[in-house]
């Protein structure tokens, strides 16, 4: 998948509640239609950034998608400032 | 002519537009009653409980909750009041009170685990799990919320009964009672009991 984005998170080996406590500080410096690219290794994350995206009021999830990254899964989520 | 003919409809208009604006005003007033009413983006908590395990899990959501946007405040009272303290203080207390300050733990550093605890073995050993996972640990999970903007309220009573002074919790937190919590409570999407 090719996706645009301004910004990456490195969530890579961090638990529940860190990517999204991680995401939710670049997101704050994120222009209004910019994109950020979150990349975790906690499968929990899937859920955990659609919810994220849902009770973030300017936050849209663009897609998430799954990779092997230095031999490990990591779960990509691409979010765009709104 | 043309000029009664503007006065005219001037006089016609004038009680339907004076009727509009209280209808208007009367609109208003509904909307600020059910604004009034209606929750915020707030989650409210009570940490009851001094466990390890069972602050560990108020933080992770507080801080999850904050991170997510939300408005957090978190109410400590009872057990969990042992959490915010920072020293042992025995001057100006009851006998009673100073048995309770000595058989409690200070602070998050001295919280056991809810079960399996065997003497702080347990916890001890939660951590080291933790550390081995990635998790940070209850300490920073706690700074981090603080960072975003979590209200910590002490409760004021239990802090009597059990004879804890402001100094002896962390700095920087609020104290209050019961309708500091409601008032919270009332305006949250959201409420726990932990």
Redesign the interface.
């Known amino acids: 998948m090719e996706i645009k984005y301004d910004v990456e998170v490195d969530a890579r080996?961090?638990?529940?509640?860190?990517p999204?406590?991680n995401?939710?500080k670049t997101f704050q410096t994120l222009q209004s239609g910019q994109t950020m690219r979150v990349l975790a290794t906690d499968p929990g994350s899937v859920n955990d950034f659609k919810?994220?995206a849902n009770?973030?009021?300017d936050a849209e999830l663009v897609a998430q998608e799954t990779i092997e990254l230095d031999g490990k899964t990591v779960y990509v989520h691409y979010v765009r400032k709104k | 002519m043309i000029a009664n003919g503007q006065t005219a409809v001037a006089d016609r208009t004038t009680p339907e537009l004076s009727a509009l604006q209280e209808q208007i005003q009367q609109l208003q007033a509904q909307v600020d009653a059910l604004r009034a009413q209606s929750p915020e983006?707030r989650l409210s908590m009570v940490v009851f409980s001094g466990d390890l395990d069972r602050v560990l899990a108020a933080f992770?959501i507080a801080?999850?909750a904050a991170?997510?946007?939300?408005e957090v405040s978190m109410f400590f009272t009872f057990w969990g009041l042992t959490a915010l303290r920072q020293k042992r203080e025995s001057r100006g207390k009851t006998l009673f009170q100073k048995l309770m300050g000595w058989m409690t733990p200070v602070g998050m550093r001295g919280l056991g685990v809810s079960k399996m605890n065997f003497g702080g073995i347990g916890a001890k050993m939660l951590r080291a799990m933790m550390r081995q996972?990635?998790?940070?640990q209850l300490e920073e999970m706690a700074q981090?919320a603080r960072e975003?903007g979590v209200r910590i309220v002490a409760c004021q009573m239990s802090m009597d009964v059990m004879g804890l002074h402001k100094e002896e919790l962390l700095e920087g937190i609020e104290v209050g009672g019961v309708a500091t919590f409601l008032g919270d409570a009332t305006k949250s999407k959201a409420t726990l009991f932990i």
């Open positions: 080996g961090l638990q529940c509640p860190m999204i406590v995401a939710r919810g994220w009770m973030v009021a | 983006n992770v801080s999850g991170a997510s946007g939300m996972q990635g998790v940070p981090m975003l």
